[in-house]
């Protein structure tokens, strides 16, 4: 009878576990979607190279129109040259490289940097899915890299958010996958030429600049960097004991002394100056969200930012066409 009652006690453990993350990614959607609805359609690259792709209305032929636009068989019926305008083609994918590292399950600010990264991931994902487009993703860091096919719909999004909340199993904790091996990943599985963002703090050791530049030749890529306040500056909290979350070692640092905590600034300065650099290289967006200000706000700008310069890089190419 007490094992039959023990096991029926972990059943009901985790049915309430596995309710509460559905409520916490509930409580996202509404949340964090409500404030940036609207803001991801429009500012991306069509699954093909130039305007558009699909058929649309035709009109004479003008000084300056690409002649391979021209349509014969309406020129022959109008007896004069009449080219067709091409609509563009809005269909989306987006795929997430998302970490799930321990160093994320940190935070001293109004977040944990893990809380800000799946806030991320769910705004872009469940922004993507409502507007028709197919959303993947590969979640690296604690345990195997978990791959997620890129489907239209709102359950992918929720997949992805489940793996970066959850843990992996007992007999994969051992397992640590890279941001290199997520990167690399990406190519085998999106179909078309799309929108790649990366969430992650980026402390990654592996080299994994390489495989964001090639993946930058083939799509759109978004790094947005989740950092904490402490990881640039150190307080002033006296003799205190820190912790790798990666690997447990602990040290003991005097954050009392001014020469420390110097120390501590310039190397933190120069790492995340080469991390711009890299990115820099690579060709992408570059977005910086910290758990200690309104990442909602930051992340709403940015698409904002992001959306009229496509249009106005689009207006320009036009106008220079015509």
Do not use: C, N
């Amino acid at each position: 009878m007490r094992r039959r009652t023990t096991a029926a006690s972990h059943v009901d453990i985790g049915a309430g576990a596995a309710e509460h993350d559905a409520r916490r990614i509930r409580q996202l959607e509404l949340t964090v979607v409500r404030r940036l609805d609207g803001l991801l359609q429009g500012g991306y690259r069509g699954r093909f190279v130039g305007p558009g792709s699909e058929p649309g209305e035709g009109r004479a032929y003008q000084t300056g129109d690409d002649y391979r636009r021209i349509d014969w068989k309406l020129t022959a019926r109008s007896g004069a040259p009449m080219v067709r305008d091409v609509v563009a083609d809005r269909e989306l994918e987006l795929w997430l490289v998302a970490d799930r590292s321990p160093s994320l399950d940190f935070g001293t600010g109004g977040a944990l940097k893990r809380d800000v990264a799946m806030g991320a991931a769910a705004a872009l994902g469940f922004l993507a899915a409502r507007a028709g487009s197919r959303v993947g993703a590969v979640v690296f860091g604690r345990g195997p890299a978990v791959t997620t096919p890129a489907r239209v719909g709102r359950q992918p999004v929720r997949e992805v958010l489940h793996h970066l909340d959850g843990r992996p199993d007992v007999a994969d904790a051992s397992v640590i996958s890279t941001l290199d091996d997520a990167l690399r990943v990406v190519p085998r599985v999106a179909r078309d030429t799309g929108v790649v963002v990366v969430i992650s703090d980026f402390l990654d050791p592996e080299d994994w600049a390489r495989p964001l530049r090639a993946l930058r030749a083939s799509h759109d890529v978004i790094a947005i960097e989740i950092i904490d306040p402490i990881e640039l500056e150190l307080p002033d909290v006296g003799l205190s004991v820190f912790q790798d979350p990666e690997t447990g070692a602990q040290l003991e640092v005097p954050t009392g002394r001014r020469d420390v905590r110097e120390r501590y600034a310039a190397g933190a300065s120069a790492f995340r100056a080469e991390v711009r650099e890299t990115l820099r290289h690579a060709a992408a967006d570059h977005l910086v969200l910290r758990t200690d200000s309104d990442w909602v706000l930051d992340l709403a700008r940015y698409l904002r930012q992001r959306r009229r310069t496509a249009w106005l890089a689009h207006a320009t190419k036009t106008l220079a066409i015509r």
